[in-house]
C-alpha cells in the first residue's frame, strides 16, 4: 500500500515542482527525482491493482476501453 501512497504524493510534488518551474523558481534535481518517483511507483501502484481479483475487464484498465488505437500516441 505504501506504493501508492508514494505514487500519488510523487506526483503532487512533480506538479508542484512543475508549477514552481514555470513561475521560474527552480527546484533543482528534485523535480527529475519526483517524475521519477511519480513513474515508478504510479506503474507499481497500477500493476498492484490490476492484480486484484475482478479488476480484469474494470473500465479504464485496458487500451480498449479508453478509446486508445493501435499506433496512436
Known amino acids: ?3 501508492l501512497y508514494t505514487a ?3 506526483f503532487y510534488w512533480f506538479i508542484w515542482a512543475l508549477c514552481k518551474d514555470a513561475c521560474g523558481d527552480s527546484v ?3 523535480l527529475y527525482l519526483w517524475y521519477r518517483y ?3 511507483y504510479g506503474a507499481e501502484a ?3 491493482f490490476l492484480a486484484l481479483p ?3 475487464g474494470f473500465v479504464g484498465t485496458d487500451a ?3 478509446g ?5 500516441g
Open 1 to 3: 500500500m505504501h506504493r
Open 8 to 10: 500519488i504524493a510523487g
Open 28 to 30: 533543482g534535481e528534485y
Open 38 to 40: 511519480t513513474k515508478m
Open 46 to 48: 497500477r500493476r498492484l
Open 54 to 56: 475482478g479488476i480484469r
Open 64 to 66: 480498449a476501453s479508453c
Open 68 to 72: 486508445a488505437t493501435a499506433g496512436s
